[in-house]
């Protein structure tokens, strides 16, 4: 059994402990909160023994071997570092920092202490994603990866009405790249590596966050087209370009339907079933590594972590979106 405790307690929490759950191994031990009374209100929902304001504190507890952090990517880094110095296995939410330079030392904290960190991004561990994985030499020479993910955020109607919204906040490092765009930058640095070259457009809005943008990404003979936005929606598949055919992935961030469309107008459906609750495999994967005394993930690596972290930070810097997290840099 692997206790718990979990840093954050929005939405996206509410959905890992449901999927999590599904896991045999989990359990939930204890949450960690700025105040006293949204920790208990918490706790009494999911039936949680201990109730910490006091991270440090909860960090040494012997109640715990785990955490999952959810908190706003500005806090990632210190809140993870704290867990590892104090022996905690960390599964901590995308965007896992928010810049190279945290999370490097995120990683040397982790190996330092001989402990488990690993990105919570649930898309690499999906079955369809394997399904993407396992057939993409089908389309023969690949030429092109398409993927667009826009969502228009049920906050963005706060802040037009001049609201404080943290989802458009500078200081807690968000955006649309952080939030939206690194779903579409994994799966492509999965499938085909890091890029030779990055050019990148944004709109920025009066708060400094990007509400939308594009990139291009250049390799010695594909390229990658990508669209992110939380001030749109949109509606259009995702799609990786071969010689032999199109493979259309009806939702990056979530996939449920892949299929290949031939150049002879033979389509082939690759879908596989997978669980309601897709945040199970990451939970899953972390919990099995713990147990394996795996020190990494192989599907969400390091390496793949830093790779897209460098996408992004490239990409910032081109269009001039800079949080107060950079300037803490070393």
Do not use: W
Not at 135 to 157: E, P, T
């Amino acid at each position: 059994m692997v206790n718990f405790a979990v840093i954050g307690t929005n939405k996206i929490t509410d959905e890992f402990i449901k999927a999590a759950s599904l896991v045999e191994d989990f359990k939930l031990n204890a949450v960690y909160s700025r105040t006293e009374e949204g920790g208990r209100a918490f706790a009494e929902r999911y039936g949680i023994k201990n109730v910490f304001t006091n991270l440090q504190e909860m960090a040494k507890s012997d109640c715990i071997d785990a955490v999952y952090i959810a908190s706003p990517n500005s806090f990632h880094s210190e809140q993870a570092i704290i867990c590892l110095n104090s022996k905690k296995h960390v599964l901590c939410e995308k965007p896992i920092a928010s810049n190279v330079s945290e999370l490097n030392s995120m990683i040397l904290t982790a190996k330092n202490n001989d402990v488990l960190l690993m990105e919570a991004m649930k898309t690499t561990f999906l079955p369809n994603f394997k399904a993407i994985e396992n057939n993409i030499h089908k389309l023969g020479k690949i030429r092109r990866y398409f993927a667009s993910y826009c969502q228009y955020s049920s906050r963005y109607d706060l802040y037009k009405e001049g609201k404080a919204v943290n989802t458009f906040d500078l200081k807690f490092s968000n955006g649309a790249i952080m939030d939206i765009g690194t779903y579409c930058i994994h799966p492509l640095v999965k499938l085909f590596g890091m890029p030779k070259d990055i050019k990148s457009t944004a709109l920025k809005l009066p708060s400094g966050v990007d509400g939308e943008g594009s990139l291009v990404l250049s390799y010695e003979d594909m390229d990658g087209v990508i669209m992110y936005s939380k001030i749109t929606d949109s509606h259009v598949p995702c799609e990786i370009q071969g010689e032999k055919g199109s493979m259309i992935i009806d939702k990056i961030n979530n996939t449920e339907k892949v299929q290949i469309i031939y150049r002879n107008g033979n389509v082939e459906d690759l879908s596989v079933p997978q669980l309601k609750d897709t945040m199970y495999y990451e939970a899953k994967e972390f919990i099995d590594l713990i147990k394996n005394n795996e020190k990494q993930s192989e599907v969400n690596s390091y390496s793949q972590s830093l790779k897209v972290m460098k996408i992004i930070e490239i990409s910032r810097k081109e269009t001039g979106i800079i949080f107060p997290a950079d300037n803490k840099l070393v």
